[in-house]
C-alpha cells in the first residue's frame, strides 16, 4: 500500500535523585513500515514498482529538513499541504547543535523567542504568546516554565512546531501554535549508541539509546534510552543535573494493527537562579556575569513521569483508525530566594525610600496529574476522479492539580558588588494552598478537498466543552470557576500547486482561552479569542532537498479582560491585541554535503482598543529576528578531508524590553555566533567539538522586572563529545 505525496508515491506512516536514577522502563510504540511490499501477482504479471519517499522518522536521514510532519493535523502530511508556518528540527539538526533540552533548541529556531531562565525551565514564545501546552506524540500535556517539564532531548526523534493559533485539533489555549515532539520508535534491527560530552563550567554527559527486535519475527521491537548529566552554570553557585530514563516497546497485532506503550522518566535537581535586579528606573547593570544574587540553599527538584499507549489499525486504502491516551505525573518541590528591590546609588539594594531591602524568597510544593485521550478515524475517497480525506473523532483532557506556597522575606543589607548567599534558611508556612481541577471535552471533524489536481480545499471544526475550578484547601471554599459550553472553533485553508515544486496557501484558524474575570452581574467574561489570517508560499527547491517558505500573518486576540468603565472592580471583554509580521525560512541539503537550517522574522504587535492603543503588546519579542545554522561534511572527493565536518550558526536578535510597575527594562539588540567541527572516524565513531558565542559576546538575553528575572546571555563556551554507534 502507497500513500501520493505530491507527485511520488511513498511508503505510508513509516514510520533517588540523578545518581540513583536506574529505572528499568518498558513501551510498546507505533510502527511505521521502513517500505511498502510488492503486492502478489500471478506469475505473467510484474510485481508492481514503488518509489520510496520521504520517512516521518529523521533519525537516519542526516538531513536538516523532513517532507512530511504532523504538528496541527492528526495526519502525517507534505509539509506543503499545511497552510501555516511550520519548522522542524530534525535528528541530526538537534544533535550538530548539542541541545539537551526543548528551550536550548528553541533559542535558535526562526521565530520563536525563549525567555531564558535554568535550562528546561524558560519560558517559549511564538507571534507574541507564550506556549501553554507541549504535545507527545500529538498528546497534550500542559507546559508551564515554572515547574521545568520540558523533556530532555535524548528521547526525542524531531520536534515539529506550528505558529499561529491551533484550536481544531487543540481545543483551549494561547494563540502562539503547537510543539509536537515525535518520541524515538522501536526498530527491527539492532542499533546501539553511547555518547560522553564534556564542557565548560564542569559539564559532564552521558546518554546510551539501544534498539532491536525481541523476538525472531520482529514483531515486536524494544528502545531504551538513558541519560546522566550535570553542570555548574556560568553564574556562580548553580547547577544543573538531570536523569532521564525512556523505554518502548512496539508490536504488530496482525498485518494491519500496531499496540504502543512507552514510559518515560525524568528528574531535575537544580540550584537556581532567578536572575539579576536594576536600577530604579530600570536601567541595566554592568556586572560579571558570573554574578549571583540568591541563598546557598537554593533549590529546585522535580520529577515527570510520562505513560503513553497507542492503538492504530491502517485500513487498505490509506486510512487509519486511531486510540491513544497520554498520562502525565508530576511533582515539584523548590525553595529560592532573589533581590527584593532595585539597585541604589553605590550598589545598595534598596525597596524605596532610602531603606534597604530585605532578600524574597519563594517555596511551592505542586504534584499534578494530566490525563489525554484521543479517538478518530482518517479515511480517503474518490469522488470526481480526485482523492479526498476525512478526519472526525474527539477528545479529553484532565488536568488535577494542587499547589502548596509559601513566601516571604528575609531582613539584612545586601549589596550587588558583594552579595551574601550565606542566608538563614527560612522555615516555610505553606500559607496558600489550593487545587485546581479542569475538564475539556471535544469533538472534531476536517474535510481535505480536492476539486482539481492541483487545489486542496481544507475546511474543519470543533465543539468543545471545558469546566474549570479552583478550591482553597484550607477553607474549601471554591475560588472561581469557569465554564464553556459548545464552543465552536473553524478552520479553513486552501493550497494551491502553482508548479510542481512551488505551492501558494493561505489559512483562518482559531483558538479560545477561558478567563477567571467576572461581569457587573458576577457571570464570567466570554474567553479570549485567538483569530489568526496567514497567506504565503512554500516550496520544495534543490530537486526537494530544501523546504523553503514566505508567510504574512496578522493574528488578533479579542475579548480581553478589561476594567469596566462604569463598575469599579468588574470587567468586561474588549480588550485586543493585534500581532502581525513576516516570516522566511528554509531548511535542507542545497548541495550533497551542505546543510542550512535558518529563517527572518519581522513581527509587530499593538494594543487596540483600550487605554494602551497604539503601544507595543509583546515587548519581550524582538521586531527583528534572524537565525541560520550550516554545516558542511566532506566526502570522499576531498581525499584526507573525508570524515571531516564544520559549520557555525547566527543568532542576530532586535531591541527588546519588558514593562513592570510602570517601568519600561530595555536590552540592545545583540548578535552571537557559534562554531562546529568534527571527524567521523569511522563508521563507528564520531568526535565533536561545538563552541558557542565564539566571539565572547557580553548582552541581555532577557529583561523583566527591577527586581528579578533580568540574565545574562551564556558567555563563550565549549562541548567536547565523543560518540559511538553500533
Do not use: C
Not at 72 to 78: A, I, L, R, T
Not at 401 to 411: E, F, N, R, V
Not at 637 to 660: I, M, Y
Amino acid at each position: 500500500m502507497t500513500t501520493k505525496i505530491g507527485h511520488q508515491a511513498v511508503p505510508g506512516e513509516a514510520s533517588p535523585r540523578i545518581g540513583r536514577l536506574l529505572l528499568a522502563t518498558t513501551a510498546l510504540g507505533l510502527v511505521l513500515p521502513a517500505s511498502a511490499l510488492a503486492q502478489d501477482a500471478a506469475p505473467t504479471v510484474l510485481d508492481r514498482i514503488v518509489v520510496q519517499g520521504a520517512s516521518y522518522e529523521t533519525d537516519e536521514s542526516d538531513s536538516y529538513t523532513t517532507n512530511l510532519v504532523s504538528v496541527g493535523e492528526k495526519d502525517v502530511v507534505p509539509v506543503r499541504q499545511i497552510p501555516q508556518s511550520t519548522t522542524v528540527l530534525t535528528r541530526e539538526r538537534l544533535e550538530d547543535g548539542g541541545y539537551t533540552s526543548l528551550d536550548t533548541a528553541l533559542r535558535e529556531t526562526p521565530g520563536i523567542v525563549v525567555l531564558n531562565n535554568d535550562n528546561g525551565r524558560s519560558s517559549l514564545f511564538s507571534r507574541g504568546f507564550e506556549f501553554d501546552n507541549l504535545y507527545f506524540n500529538g498528546l497534550p500535556a500542559p507546559l508551564s516554565s515554572v515547574y521545568g517539564t520540558q523533556p530532555d532531548m535524548a528521547i526525542i526523534d524531531h520536534v515539529e512546531i506550528l505558529r499561529g493559533p491551533a484550536g481544531l485539533f487543540g481545543g483551549a489555549g494561547e494563540p502562539a501554535g503547537a510543539i509536537n515532539m515525535r518520541l524515538k520508535q522501536a526498530k527491527s534491527d539492532f542499533e546501539a549508541r553511547f555518547e560522553g560530552a564534556f564542557g565548560s563550567w564542569e559539564h559532564k554527559r552521558g546518554e546510551v539509546d539501544v534498539t532491536g527486535r525481541l523476538n525472531e519475527s520482529g514483531s515486536v521491537r524494544g528502545r531504551f534510552v538513558g541519560v546522566l548529566q550535570h553542570d555548574k552554570g556560568f553564574v556562580d553557585t548553580t547547577e544543573n543535573g538531570v536523569g532521564v530514563a525512556y523505554g518502548t516497546i512496539q508490536a504488530d497485532i496482525g498485518e494491519s494493527t500496531t499496540a504502543t506503550f512507552s514510559v518515560s522518566h525524568q528528574v531535575r535537581d537544580i540550584t537556581p537562579f532567578n536572575g539579576l535586579p536594576t536600577t530604579q528606573t530600570g536601567g541595566l547593570l554592568d556586572l560579571d556575569r558570573s554574578t549571583y544574587t540568591g541563598a546557598d540553599w537554593n533549590r529546585f527538584d522535580n520529577s515527570v513521569t510520562d505513560y503513553i499507549a497507542e492503538l492504530e489499525h491502517k485500513f487498505d486504502d490509506g486510512g487509519h483508525a486511531k486510540v491513544s491516551a497520554r498520562y502525565q505525573d508530576t511533582d515539584v518541590d523548590f525553595l529560592y530566594a532573589w533581590a527584593n528591590g532595585y539597585v541604589g546609588a553605590g550598589g545598595n539594594i534598596i525597596s524605596g525610600g532610602g531603606d534597604t531591602a530585605d532578600t524574597r524568597w519563594l517555596a511551592r510544593d505542586y504534584k499534578a496529574g494530566s490525563l489525554a485521550l484521543d479517538a478518530h478515524v482518517s479515511k480517503p475517497f474518490e469522488l470526481f476522479g480526485q482523492e479526498h480525506n476525512i478526519i472526525v473523532g474527539v477528545d479529553y483532557q484532565n488536568t488535577d492539580a494542587t499547589l502548596l506556597q509559601g513566601a516571604g522575606t528575609i531582613a539584612g543589607n545586601q549589596n550587588i558588588y558583594n552579595w551574601n548567599s550565606a542566608l538563614p534558611e527560612p522555615v516555610v508556612n505553606y500559607n496558600v494552598q489550593t487545587g485546581t481541577d479542569s475538564d475539556r471535552f471535544g469533538v472534531y471533524g476536517q474535510l481535505r478537498v480536492k476539486p482539481i489536481e492541483r487545489l486542496t480545499l481544507i475546511g474543519g471544526g470543533r465543539l468543545s466543552w471545558y469546566s474549570a475550578s479552583t478550591t482553597n484547601l484550607v477553607t474549601g471554599a471554591v475560588t472561581s470557576k469557569q465554564d464553556v459550553d459548545a464552543k465552536f472553533t473553524p478552520y479553513a485553508g486552501v493550497v494551491f500547486d502553482l508548479t510542481d515544486w512551488l505551492s501558494a496557501y493561505s489559512s483562518y484558524t482559531e483558538i479560545f482561552q477561558p478567563q477567571t474575570a467576572t461581569d457587573v452581574a458576577g457571570n464570567m467574561i466570554d474567553p479570549r479569542e485567538g483569530r489568526q489570517y496567514e497567506a504565503g508560499l512554500k516550496a520544495e527547491l534543490f530537486d526537494s532537498g530544501v523546504n523553503a517558505s514566505l508567510a504574512y500573518f496578522n493574528l488578533r486576540d479579542t475579548n480581553r479582560a478589561v476594567a469596566d468603565p462604569t463598575t469599579p472592580g468588574a470587567s468586561i471583554a474588549q480588550g485586543e491585541v493585534e500581532v502581525q509580521g513576516i516570516e522566511f525560512e528554509a531548511s535542507g541539503s542545497p548541495l550533497p554535503g551542505w546543510e542550512i537550517a535558518g529563517g527572518y522574522t519581522y513581527t509587530d504587535s499593538t494594543y487596540l482598543n483600550t487605554a494602551q492603543a497604539g503601544q507595543t503588546f509583546s515587548t519581550y519579542t524582538p521586531q527583528h529576528m534572524f537565525q541560520l545554522w550550516t554545516k558542511y561534511a566532506f566526502d570522499e572527493r576531498f581525499g584526507a578531508f573525508e570524515g571531516v565536518f564544520v559549520g557555525g550558526g547566527v543568532t542576530a536578535f532586535s531591541s527588546f524590553s519588558s514593562v513592570s510597575g510602570g517601568v519600561t527594562i530595555k536590552a540592545p539588540g545583540y548578535v552571537t555566533a557559534d562554531l562546529l567541527a568534527g571527524y567521523r572516524i569511522n563508521d563507528n565513531f564520531t568526535a565533536t567539538l561545538n563552541v558557542n558565542n565564539i566571539f565572547d559576546e557580553k548582552y541581555y538575553s532577557r529583561v523583566g522586572g527591577n527586581s528579578v528575572f533580568n540574565f545574562y546571555g551564556e558567555p563563550r563556551s565549549a562541548t567536547f563529545r565523543l560518540s559511538a554507534k553500533f
